[in-house]
T-cell receptor, first 115, second 113 residues
Framework: AQSVTQPDIHITVSEGASLELRCNYS??????LFWYVQSPGQGLQLLLK??????LVQGIKGFEAEFKRSQSSFNLRKPSVHWSDAAEYFC?????????????FGKGTRLHILP | NAGVTQTPKFQVLKTGQSMTLQCAQD?????MSWYRQDPGMGLRLIHY???????DQGEVPNGYNVSRSTTEDFPLRLLSAAPSQTSVYFC????????????FGQGTRLTVV
């Protein structure tokens, strides 16, 4: 069965610093990977997604993620964070082909920004 | 452009009461699902549906019922609320297929006392 691990529950970075949030997945085939962001009191919003092709994908709000098959990772990065990036971030893996449509989420990483 | 609409946004129940959380989407998505979000637990799938008349259990289905009589609506019923069901509930919808993104409602914060 597919699964997602986000090793860091909390991450704190200073405003203007670079950011990397880690995500590891377990999947039986070519993975379909997503990063979502949840601002306080809000629902989840898609940041970016990887299905195939270029392993470096660009998303909204200046985020990018790199798919590394050899490491089973899909880490999220941003060169310079802004205070408004403080939120919870979820990595997710899509369903296996020809199976159910369930998206499996990691437990999330809460990002704190220091002024 | 409503997307996924959940009602109510907040609810307080007494133990043993029943209620229905409403979810509606206007994107003609075949797939709809309910998650609960608890601190440190991420999002856990309660029930899901791949089309009208078809529902199935997710990871944590006990204590919840669903039905899908139309493409647009996917209500979640709590038959006899328990304090363990205190949580934030999210409805999500998407097109079928592995490479489709999910769209989420704003959530319902439920407290059972």
């Amino acid at each position: 069965a597919q699964s997602v691990t986000q090793p860091d529950i909390h991450i704190t970075v200073s405003e203007g610093a670079s950011l990397e949030l880690r995500c590891n997945y377990s999947y039986g085939a070519t993975p379909y990977l997503f990063w979502y962001v949840q601002s306080p009191g809000q629902g989840l919003q898609l940041l970016l997604k990887y299905f195939s092709g270029d392993t470096l994908v660009q998303g909204i709000k200046g985020f990018e993620a790199e798919f590394k098959r050899s490491q089973s990772s899909f880490n999220l990065r941003k060169p310079s964070v802004h205070w408004s990036d403080a939120a919870e971030y979820f990595c997710a893996v899509g369903p296996l082909m020809n199976r159910d449509d369930k998206i499996i989420f990691g437990k999330g990483t809460r990002l704190h920004i220091l002024p | 452009n409503a997307g996924v609409t959940q009602t109510p946004k907040f609810q307080v129940l007494k133990t043993g009461q029943s209620m229905t959380l409403q979810c509606a989407q206007d994107m003609n998505h075949e797939y709809m699902s309910w998650y609960r979000q608890d601190p440190g637990m991420g999002l856990r799938l309660i029930h899901y549906s791949v089309g009208a008349g078809i529902t199935d259990q997710g990871e944590v289905p006990n204590g919840y019922n669903v039905s899908r009589s139309t493409t647009e609506d996917f209500p979640l019923r709590l038959l006899s609320a328990a304090p363990s069901q205190t949580s934030v509930y999210f409805c999500a919808s998407k097109y079928r297929g592995p490479n489709t993104e999910a769209f989420f409602g704003q959530g319902t914060r439920l407290t059972v006392v």
